[in-house]
């Protein structure tokens, strides 16, 4: 949480080539450690990022892939954004889509105005144990 009282968020906007993926992967593993998430914990978010990531990649038509990590503790929400053709979506069946899944409490895609979102949230255990 910020010193406002309101969620903090970070943006980041990084170019949609897989050479830097290792930069929104480093920026959720650090605020989550700073948020009480455990190693496991944090582990699964950068895996999830990383796979929303990697979803998006090859469609981002205009060549930018946008993230937004939301911190409202013991919350957190990393949106992943890029324009996308056609109203693509991603396969909900692939194995991409259930690794997703399987590592945060929730996923979801939505697309507006071309731009599709793929917002991944989990919650500290450690903090709700505190």
Known sequence: MSS????????????????????PRSVVGNL????????DEIDDLRIAVDEACALL????????????????????RVSTSALVPNDWKPDTGSFGWTVLTALVESVAAETVDGRLTI??????????KA
């Open 32 to 39: 989550a450690a700073r948020n009480n998430f455990t190693v």
């Open 119 to 128: 917002t991944v949230t989990s919650s500290a255990t450690a903090a709700e």
């Open 4 to 23: 406002t009282g309101r969620p903090a968020e970070v943006r980041l906007s990084i170019p949609a080539d897989g050479a830097y993926i290792a930069v």
């Open 57 to 76: 990649l090859p469609q981002a038509t205009d060549g930018v892939l946008d993230c937004v990590f939301q911190i409202d503790p013991p919350l957190m």
